[in-house]
């Protein structure tokens, strides 16, 4: 998935030509994504011109309005317009178009969820455990609220949320994402900034400017949830902050209580 900033993505930002934030102009990978979809819409928008320009072609053999009102003299045969023809050859250009995205967009969409599965498996029993979530879900780092909210949050040493400061690769072990923390939840006090690890698969991979909302499992500094964008961040909230008060008094089995 691309980045997002300020909530639109490369497309949107191409379509609605809005100035990009700072942020969107030092990553080269949304900044190549949006040229792509700026010149996508480019090419759209000409054909679109072009159907317009059919459809308000008078018909053949059809007179001017100031002919019409003081016909001087008998009006010349009109030049055949071949209307049919010209739509049709504009209507096939917009959907090549429109087949090209559709097919880049599938491409994407392969490409992100390459490699998925390993992490999933790798993660499934801690999650399981503390009522995470599925094995779909765990693809993206994200999804429905734990089965038993309390106790993933009873098992959690660090839920807070943040804005990406640095994405750090690992040589191949993944990632170290370093947030600077704007809400906390778990613990109520620390630093202004934390880190946790991704795996190299792990997707959606948080980059530099993003909203992120993260817990970290006790032992480890890898993220056993990550939302990413405002949206996601947002539902994930509202369970959290339900179930924040009940986690203070459920134990989790890794404490050696039952």
Not at 82 to 111: C, F, N, P
Not at 119 to 125: H, L, N, T
Not at 198 to 217: K, M, Y
Not at 224 to 243: F, H, P, Q, T, Y
């Given at each position: 998935?691309?980045?997002e900033?300020?909530?639109?993505?490369?497309?949107?930002?191409?379509?609605?030509?809005?100035?990009?934030?700072?942020a969107?102009?030092?990553?080269?990978?949304?900044?190549?994504?949006?040229?792509a979809?700026a010149?996508?819409?480019?090419?759209?928008?000409?054909?679109?011109?072009?159907?317009?320009?059919?459809l308000?072609?008078?018909?053949?053999?059809?007179?001017?309005?100031?002919?019409?009102?003081?016909?001087?003299r008998?009006?010349?045969?009109?030049?055949?317009?071949?209307?049919?023809?010209?739509l049709?050859?504009?209507?096939?250009?917009?959907?090549?178009?429109?087949?090209?995205?559709?097919?880049a967009?599938?491409?994407?969409?392969?490409?992100?969820n390459?490699?998925?599965?390993?992490?999933?498996?790798?993660?499934?029993?801690?999650?399981?455990?503390?009522?995470?979530?599925?094995?779909?879900?765990?693809?993206?780092?994200?999804?429905?609220?734990?089965?038993?909210?309390?106790?993933?949050?009873?098992?959690?040493?660090?839920?807070v949320?943040?804005?990406?400061?640095?994405?750090?690769?690992?040589?191949?072990?993944g990632?170290?994402?370093?947030?600077?923390?704007?809400?906390?939840?778990?613990?109520?006090?620390?630093?202004?900034?934390?880190?946790f690890?991704?795996?190299?698969?792990a997707?959606?991979?948080?980059?530099?400017g993003?909203?992120?909302?993260?817990?970290?499992?006790?032992?480890?500094?890898d993220?056993?949830?990550w939302?990413?964008?405002?949206?996601?961040?947002?539902v994930?909230?509202?369970?959290?902050?339900?179930?924040?008060?009940?986690?203070?008094?459920?134990?989790c089995?890794?404490?050696?209580?039952?």
């Amino acid at each position: 998935m691309a980045a997002e900033y300020d909530g639109a993505d490369a497309l949107m930002a191409a379509i609605t030509g809005e100035p990009l934030p700072e942020a969107a102009r030092a990553d080269a990978e949304f900044m190549a994504g949006h040229r792509a979809a700026a010149a996508d819409v480019a090419l759209l928008r000409e054909q679109l011109s072009a159907i317009g320009d059919v459809l308000a072609a008078p018909p053949a053999g059809a007179p001017s309005p100031v002919t019409a009102r003081s016909r001087p003299r008998a009006p010349r045969p009109a030049r055949p317009v071949r209307r049919g023809r010209a739509l049709r050859i504009a209507l096939g250009s917009l959907a090549a178009v429109v087949a090209l995205s559709a097919v880049a967009g599938l491409a994407r969409l392969v490409t992100e969820n390459s490699g998925s599965d390993s992490q999933a498996a790798k993660s499934a029993g801690a999650a399981d455990a503390k009522g995470g979530p599925g094995e779909a879900d765990r693809r993206s780092g994200d999804g429905p609220p734990p089965s038993d909210p309390e106790l993933a949050l009873a098992c959690d040493r660090l839920v807070v949320e943040g804005t990406v400061a640095r994405v750090e690769p690992k040589d191949g072990q993944g990632s170290r994402i370093v947030l600077t923390v704007t809400r906390r939840y778990k613990p109520d006090r620390g630093p202004a900034q934390v880190a946790f690890l991704l795996a190299e698969d792990a997707h959606p991979g948080p980059r530099r400017g993003q909203h992120v909302l993260v817990e970290v499992g006790r032992g480890t500094d890898d993220a056993s949830r990550w939302a990413v964008g405002e949206d996601r961040v947002a539902v994930n909230r509202a369970w959290i902050l339900k179930a924040l008060p009940g986690s203070r008094h459920t134990a989790c089995p890794s404490d050696g209580s039952t």
